[in-house]
Structure formats: C-alpha cells, structure tokens
C-alpha cells in the first residue's frame, strides 16, 4: 500500500533553514508526481511545490519561488523540500502526498495519498 510519512519540521527563527523529508513506500517515485503543500491555522490548505515523475521538472508556488527548493532521491524513494530564508507566514502543517494525474499542477483533487504531516513553525 501506497504510504508517505514526512519529517524534518520544527521551530525555527525567521530567516532560517529547514529541509523536510517524504519518505515513500508502496510505489517507487518515478510512478507519481509528489507535491507538498502547507495548511496554517484557519487558512486554506495551500500548494507549495511539486516534482514531475517523468524528467523530474520542478514547480512552485509564487509565495515559496526562490526559497524553496523540491527534490527527489529515487534511491532512498525520497522526496525532499529545502526551505530557506523562512518567514513567518511559512508556519504550518506541511504535506507531501501522491499526484495521481502526475500534472503537478498542486490541485488537491488530483493527489490521491497524503502523508500524516510535520509541522514547520518560524519564530523569534
């Protein structure tokens, strides 16, 4: 069975680095495409990032461009999220989870299996 567990959040000052991990098993990583997304406190859930399984083409959201950074290592079936130069308003419970349509276009109907979570909080 297709199973995603991420690791890696924590508190962090703004300004800082962390990279999260998504751990997959049940498939191998050029099967699907593997996005992450971010849910905060009473805002909606938000794409963040998505890696291709074909060529490995990257997208991300315009919040994140520049500072985040997707890969994937298909040895380990692991995808990974470098984030730097975190802010504030990058708090929350961040998601890897399958993109059964392997679009990557980061719209929640297309991604079918969704990790537990990690919870990534930037503050002073």
């Known amino acids: 069975q297709v199973q995603l567990v991420e690791s890696g959040g924590g508190l962090v000052q703004p300004g800082g680095s962390l990279r999260l991990s998504c751990a997959a098993s049940g498939f191998t990583l050029d099967y699907y495409a593997i996005g992450w997304f971010r849910q905060a406190p009473g805002k909606e859930r938000e794409g963040v990032s998505c890696?291709?399984?074909?060529?490995?083409?990257?997208y991300y959201a315009d919040s994140v461009k520049g500072r985040f950074t997707i890969s994937r290592d298909n040895a380990k079936n692991t995808v990974y999220l470098q984030m730097n130069s975190l802010k504030p308003e990058d708090t929350a419970v961040y998601y890897c989870?399958?993109?059964?349509?392997?679009?990557?276009?980061?719209?929640?109907?297309?991604?079918?299996?969704w990790g537990q979570g990690t919870q990534v909080t930037v503050s002073s």
């Open positions: 989870a399958t993109d059964d349509k392997r679009l990557c276009l980061l719209l929640g109907a297309d991604f079918g299996s």
């Open positions: 890696i291709s399984s074909s060529d490995g083409s990257t």
